[in-house]
C-alpha cells in the first residue's frame, strides 16, 4: 500500500471516520489509507474501490459492501474539500502543473500520458501504438508504479519513443541497420527534447534531467500529483 502521508496529498486530520460503519479501531487506517491512495491517484471506479476497501482488512473482519460504501463516499467528500481549499490557497495551480505541462507538449506533437497503465512492459508497448495512431513525433509517459514514486519522491522516470515515420519513409526504414535506427532514435530524441520537451517543461519549472542516451529514462521532479473528483 503507497502512502502518501508526507505530501499535500495526505489525508487530512480532520477526516472522520463515519459513525455508523462498525469497524474495529485499530483496522481504520489502513482501510481509509487504502481507499484515500486511490481517489488521490486518481481512480474513481466505485466497484474496484468497493472491492479495495474490502481486500484492504478481510483477513481479519468482513466488510459488508454498504458499509465500504459509506467509507468511500465520506473519503471523496473529504478529498473534494481538500481540492477546494488548494483552490482558495493558491496550492491548485502549483500542483497541477504537471498536468499542464503534459497538455502543452501533447498539442506540440509529443503526446504525454500520465499514471498510464500498470508497468513498463504494458506501458511502453501501448503508449507507442498511442504515438504511432495519433501521428505524433514522439511520446513520453509514466505509469502507475512511477505514480506511487511521484507521489512519494515529487519526482518521477519517463518512458518515451519517437515516430520514425516523421523523419524517414518506410522503405529507407527498412533499409537500416540496427545500428543506424538507434543512431537516428539518438539523433532525433535529442533534438525533440531540446526544442519541446526542455522548453516547456522549464516553463513550468518541472526540472528535467537526462543523459542524452536513450537507453536511459528521463527524470522529471519537482512535481506533484492533482487529479480532480469527477461531478457528484
Given amino acids: 500500500m503507497m502512502c502518501c502521508m508526507e505530501s499535500r496529498n495526505a489525508l487530512p486530520d480532520t477526516y ?15 482501510l481509509v489509507q487504502a481507499v484515500w491512495d486511490e481517489l488521490v491517484f486518481g481512480r474513481f471506479d466505485q466497484r474496484e474501490l468497493t472491492d479495495i476497501a474490502q481486500q484492504s482488512i ?13 467509507v468511500i463516499n465520506s473519503l471523496l467528500t473529504c478529498r473534494r474539500a481538500q ?12 500542483m497541477r502543473r504537471l498536468n499542464q505541462a503534459f497538455f502543452e507538449l501533447t498539442e506540440a506533437g509529443v503526446l504525454s500520458l500520465a499514471d ?25 509517459y509514466f505509469h502507475h508504479q512511477d505514480t506511487e514514486r511521484l507521489l512519494q519522491q515529487n519526482a518521477t522516470l519517463l518512458g518515451f519513443d519517437y515516430n520514425h515515420q516523421h523523419y524517414y519513409t518506410d522503405d529507407d526504414y527498412s533499409a537500416m541497420s540496427t545500428e543506424q535506427k538507434q543512431a537516428a532514435f539518438n539523433r532525433h530524441m535529442r533534438e525533440i527534447v531540446q526544442d519541446t520537451i526542455k522548453p516547456i517543461f522549464a516553463k513550468y519549472n518541472i ?13 522529471i521532479k519537482n512535481i506533484d500529483w492533482l487529479v480532480l473528483l469527477p461531478n457528484k
Fill in 116 to 140: 498510464y497503465l500498470c508497468c513498463t512492459q504494458c506501458a511502453s508497448d501501448s503508449a507507442y501504438e498511442e504515438m504511432y495512431r495519433g501521428n505524433y513525433e514522439a511520446v513520453l
Fill in 58 to 70: 478481510n483477513d481479519v473482519h468482513e466488510l459488508p459492501e454498504t458499509d465500504a460504501q459509506a
Fill in 16 to 30: 472522520l471516520f463515519p459513525d455508523k460503519v462498525r469497524v474495529p479501531v485499530k483496522l481504520r487506517p489502513r
Fill in 207 to 219: 526540472g528535467f534531467e537526462w543523459s542524452g542516451d536513450t537507453r536511459d529514462k528521463m527524470l
Fill in 83 to 94: 481540492i477546494n481549499k488548494f483552490k482558495e490557497t493558491g496550492d491548485f495551480a502549483d
